[in-house]
């Protein structure tokens, strides 16, 4: 292997440690900043997340809260509940666990977050400062690529970036940062996705590729260029025998082979995933300082 790792557990814990001063801060200001999430149903996988964003507040000394209601709950019972955690002081970030049942209206869900607490950044006011390049909530996986970048000064001022997805909560947010006039962006950004032909020559132009695909292997070694820069973001289950649990997480990228080519590259487990929730976490201090300074207004 040639590449260096881009360790997401390092950078997360880099994160963390320059959180605890703000919240000592804000601790010493009577304010705990307090997280809400809210998850219907019983699936496992969310089930998981929740209780790992429930635990890395549990480290950083953050209030938490998860409201689980079944997922039968009608649209107008969510949108109250998260208008009651609008109006709870208690809570900074509200967040609500997707996928959402198929009767539920996400949009209209977030709509209802008041943007001051949507932690996800997925709120239209949070996505239009994001592209107008202006403060806001960013979300949290793209900017943990951000910071990915930064703690391993990859700058990508002038770079090829090609990005492999279009969704709203990594491929569109993540080309959009990296397309703003200023820091840790000023790239030449490419978004690929289904639809892309010739998909290989497209990703070969990549001084920074980002896949954020949801299958597994979709990049492999002859479709990167030398040296290139890769950021796994997908995470996929596939089944291996010899686990305890009858299937490992990977990535989008064939990492091994893609490792040889690359000059640094994200491992799956261990890369993307721990920044997402370090980003959530310093999203709710983010938010806490924000609504402190406005109460002094
Ligand atoms: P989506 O399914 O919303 O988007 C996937 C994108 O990949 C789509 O734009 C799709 O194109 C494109 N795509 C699918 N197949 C191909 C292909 N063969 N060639 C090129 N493009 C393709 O996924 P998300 O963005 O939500 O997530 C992507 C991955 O990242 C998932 O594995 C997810 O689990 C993971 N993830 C990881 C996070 C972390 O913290 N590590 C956080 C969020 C997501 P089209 O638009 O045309 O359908």
Same mark, same amino acid.
């Given at each position: 292997?040639?590449?260096?790792?881009?360790?997401?557990?390092?950078?997360?814990?880099?994160?963390?440690?320059?959180?605890?001063?703000?919240? *000592?801060?804000?601790?010493?200001?009577?304010? &705990?900043?307090?997280?809400?999430?809210?998850?219907?149903?019983?699936?496992?996988?969310?089930?998981?997340?929740? %209780?790992?964003?429930?635990?890395?507040?549990?480290?950083? *000394?953050?209030?938490?809260e998860?409201?689980?209601?079944?997922?039968?709950?009608?649209?107008?019972?969510?949108?109250? &509940? =998260?208008?009651?955690?609008?109006?709870?002081?208690? &809570?900074?970030?509200?967040?609500?666990?997707?996928?959402?049942?198929?009767?539920?209206?996400?949009?209209?869900?977030?709509?209802?977050?008041?943007?001051?607490?949507d =932690?996800?950044?997925?709120?239209?006011?949070?996505?239009?400062?994001?592209?107008?390049?202006?403060?806001?909530?960013?979300?949290?996986?793209?900017?943990?690529?951000?910071?990915l970048?930064?703690?391993?000064?990859?700058?990508?001022?002038?770079?090829?970036v090609?990005?492999?997805?279009?969704?709203?909560?990594?491929?569109?947010?993540?080309?959009?940062?990296?397309?703003?006039?200023?820091?840790?962006?000023?790239?030449?950004?490419?978004?690929?996705?289904? %639809?892309?032909?010739?998909?290989?020559?497209?990703?070969?132009?990549?001084?920074?590729?980002?896949?954020?695909?949801?299958?597994?292997?979709?990049?492999?070694?002859?479709?990167?260029?030398?040296?290139?820069v890769?950021?796994?973001v997908?995470?996929?289950? =596939?089944?291996?025998?010899?686990?305890?649990?009858?299937? %490992?997480?990977?990535?989008? =990228?064939?990492?091994?082979?893609?490792?040889?080519?690359?000059?640094?590259?994200?491992?799956?487990? *261990?890369?993307?995933?721990?920044?997402?929730i370090?980003?959530?976490?310093?999203?709710?201090?983010?938010?806490?300082?924000?609504?402190l300074?406005?109460?002094?207004?």
């Amino acid at each position: 292997m040639s590449a260096q790792l881009i360790d997401g557990k390092e950078v997360a814990k880099n994160i963390r440690k320059n959180l605890k001063a703000r919240i *000592g801060a804000l601790k010493a200001k009577g304010i &705990i900043p307090g997280l809400a999430a809210v998850l219907l149903g019983d699936d496992p996988a969310s089930a998981t997340y929740v %209780r790992s964003k429930e635990r890395a507040c549990e480290k950083l *000394g953050l209030y938490s809260e998860v409201v689980n209601k079944s997922d039968t709950l009608q649209q107008e019972e969510l949108v109250e &509940i =998260v208008k009651s955690l609008n109006n709870n002081d208690k &809570i900074h970030g509200i967040l609500v666990q997707s996928p959402l049942p198929k009767h539920i209206d996400e949009l209209s869900v977030t709509l209802t977050i008041s943007p001051d607490k949507d =932690v996800d950044g997925f709120h239209p006011h949070n996505v239009g400062m994001m592209l107008l390049g202006r403060p806001g909530l960013l979300p949290c996986t793209p900017y943990g690529i951000i910071k990915l970048l930064a703690y391993y000064q990859i700058d990508p001022k002038g770079k090829n970036v090609v990005v492999v997805g279009r969704s709203n909560i990594v491929g569109k947010p993540i080309a959009a940062m990296l397309l703003q006039k200023s820091e840790m962006a000023n790239a030449t950004v490419t978004i690929a996705h289904s %639809r892309t032909k010739n998909l290989g020559e497209v990703t070969q132009r990549a001084d920074i590729l980002i896949a954020a695909i949801g299958r597994p292997k979709t990049i492999t070694a002859d479709m990167i260029k030398e040296e290139a820069v890769i950021i796994d973001v997908g995470v996929n289950r =596939v089944e291996d025998s010899t686990t305890k649990k009858g299937y %490992r997480l990977t990535g989008d =990228v064939d990492f091994a082979p893609c490792s040889e080519k690359a000059s640094f590259i994200t491992p799956v487990p *261990g890369g993307v995933g721990p920044m997402t929730i370090a980003m959530l976490m310093s999203n709710t201090v983010t938010a806490a300082e924000n609504l402190l300074a406005k109460k002094k207004l």
